[in-house]
């Protein structure tokens, strides 16, 4: 096979060599008697000079033909510019290919647009072969291509094993809908696409690999938005008898490997427990890059208030929640923050302007002394404070408080990562029944047997950095009697749960060791070491919000042959 050359290794000491290099062209130019084209490849863009003069006939009439991304091989000696040409933006600029020979492999339709093109999402997508041929898509792909290396480098050098995972395997529930696929040969029933590899890799660990990972594909039929794709990649691993700190450790010095691979410094992540960070900051993702303090709980200050709307939160059990901004804002954003508040779910939204010793707001008329007092003391400078209350009110102030530093720019550059640990092992859902805050296979920090299952702690671990939870992990139950338990606390049935993980709880009844494991969002990885704004510039062929891709129209109607083949009938909405 013919060795490529890479043109980006082409330069002064290639001058006087024959070289030929097979690519697209990028841009043309038309002097008359000589031709310009830049030839681009994923190795690098190339000047090649195209001189007619007696060759005035197949060569010039052939060289006029050529347009934009057609794809053609060049052959000819590299020379270097003219002082007053040379292009010091490429690494080629200080030379030139003059063509003495060259075919015209393909032709190419005119663009709908040019690779690199601000365009919008659809039409990028419809025709991403013309995307992926951007530089800014090809470095992206090339990143997650090197991250994939670096995964497997790492884990190999620790003794883990990368082990294959099903597909096709049956629907559990995992908190998003599954993506269901019917079977021909068992007619009326149905495999599922996995969400995660969760049960098979505590299984292996069941079957004494002890160290697994894996780079593999999920599939989640969920909502989307700019992180979330209906299938994405995850750097799966597990470990057995291991603790937290264990499963940390190797988590987080595979991330600072890669960061480190891409020059990027990565800081021991702090360690946050879960009700810190949602009291201090409304959120288990909190973003450190953020220059505003925290939250504050100020329900104590209006425990006896008269303001009659924090007394009705108060006597309700509500929770009031302030946050100071030092700065003072013109009465236009004030009123647009307190629209954003009700758009969060607020009632309403208070704010004061604060200089040492006064506070200034329609409100204040309303308060006592004490309560005066208790506002001024929660911060030292000038600058306004906002305060609100009700239900998921660290929920509403912390969104609004990430609003704001985004707006003005109160925000730190580099990269701030945080473990979020220690969350709740149950929350009550909509419906008051119980529900896991992470999954139901998670380890208890206490006795699921003994305690209130509401004030059980979780051993779970999620790194976060930027704001952005890249993955999370925990240690598993790993005793079936606990299981069991943990599945009545959620309300299954035996039969249910024996239906549902009948081969787990078998798994885990024939000596299994005790486990942890993490999961990376992979391409969430990649648009943080890249920063990219959402993670489908880090995926090739990715869906739209919609969940369809323009490019093949999936999803798809299928025959009605298809559908008879699997005892199927559609039903339309």
């Not at 720019?409 to 990562?417: D, I, Q, S, T, W």
Request: proline share 6%; aromatic share 10%; net charge neutral.
């Amino acid at each position: 096979m013919k060795e490529m050359i890479k043109i980006n290794s082409i330069g002064r000491n290639s001058a006087g060599q024959t070289v030929e290099i097979s690519g697209w062209i990028d841009t043309i130019r038309d002097h008359g008697g000589v031709f310009f084209a830049d030839i681009r490849n994923r190795s690098g863009i190339i000047q090649a000079v195209f001189q007619f003069g007696e060759r005035e006939g197949d060569f010039a009439a052939l060289a006029r033909k050529l347009r934009a991304e057609f794809v053609v091989s060049v052959k000819g000696r590299i020379a270097l510019r003219p002082e007053d040409s040379v292009n010091p933006k490429i690494p080629t600029g200080e030379v030139e290919l003059r063509v003495s020979e060259f075919e015209i492999l393909n032709s190419s339709k005119p663009l709908p647009f040019f690779p690199g093109d601000r365009v919008s999402e659809e039409t990028k997508l419809k025709y991403r072969f013309l995307d992926l041929r951007s530089r800014k898509m090809l470095r992206n792909l090339s990143a997650v291509d090197r991250i994939m290396r670096i995964t497997r480098d790492y884990f190999s050098s620790r003794d883990f094993i990368e082990v294959l995972t099903p597909f096709l395997t049956r629907s559990t529930p995992e908190g998003a809908r599954d993506y269901l696929v019917p079977s021909r040969v068992n007619p009326g029933s149905f495999y599922a696409l996995p969400q995660s590899p969760q049960l098979f890799k505590q299984i292996l660990m069941a079957g004494g690999v002890e160290r697994y990972y894996q780079i593999v594909r999920c599939f989640r039929d969920e909502d989307l938005r700019a992180d979330r794709q209906p299938e994405f990649t995850q750097i799966d691993m597990e470990m057995s008898f291991c603790s937290s700190e264990d499963v940390m450790e190797t988590a987080g010095n595979l991330v600072r490997e890669i960061f480190f691979c891409f020059s990027l410094e990565f800081p021991i992540p702090r360690i946050m427990p879960y009700d810190e960070s949602v009291a201090s900051y409304g959120t288990d993702k909190p973003d450190l890059r953020i220059t505003l303090p925290p939250l504050r709980d100020v329900t104590e200050i209006f425990a006896g208030t008269e303001f009659k709307v924090f007394r009705t939160i108060c006597g309700k059990g509500g929770r009031i929640v302030a946050f100071f901004v030092e700065k003072d804002f013109s009465r236009a954003e004030l009123d647009g923050f307190i629209e954003t508040a009700k758009k969060l779910g607020a009632g309403g939204l208070v704010w004061m302007k604060k200089t040492p010793g006064e506070l200034k707001s329609p409100v204040v008329k309303f308060l006592s002394d004490e309560e005066k007092k208790g506002l001024l003391n929660l911060n030292p400078a000038s600058g306004t404070l906002f305060i609100t209350g009700g239900e998921n009110v660290f929920g509403i102030m912390g969104e609004l408080r990430r609003q704001i530093a985004e707006k003005f720019a109160m925000l730190r550059n580099g990269f701030f990562p945080v473990w979020v640990v220690d969350a709740p092992l149950f929350e009550k859902g909509k419906d008051g029944s119980l529900q896991s805050v992470h999954h139901p296979f998670t380890a208890a920090v206490g006795d699921v047997f003994a305690d209130n299952p509401l004030k059980l702690k979780s051993h779970s671990y999620d790194l976060v950095i930027n704001g952005e939870e890249i993955g999370g992990g925990s240690i598993r139950i790993h005793r079936a009697e606990v299981q069991k338990k943990v599945f009545e606390i959620l309300g299954m049935t035996e039969k249910e749960y024996s239906q549902k993980f009948g081969f787990l709880l078998n798994a885990l009844s024939y000596g299994c060791p005790p486990h942890g494991g993490f999961a990376f969002g992979m391409e969430r990885l990649a648009a943080i070491v890249l920063g990219l704004d959402s993670i489908r510039d880090a995926i090739a062929f990715p869906k739209t919000q919609n969940a369809i891709c323009p490019l093949t129209g999936a999803p798809g109607k299928v025959s009605d042959r298809q559908l008879k083949e699997l005892n199927l009938k559609t039903i339309e909405p």
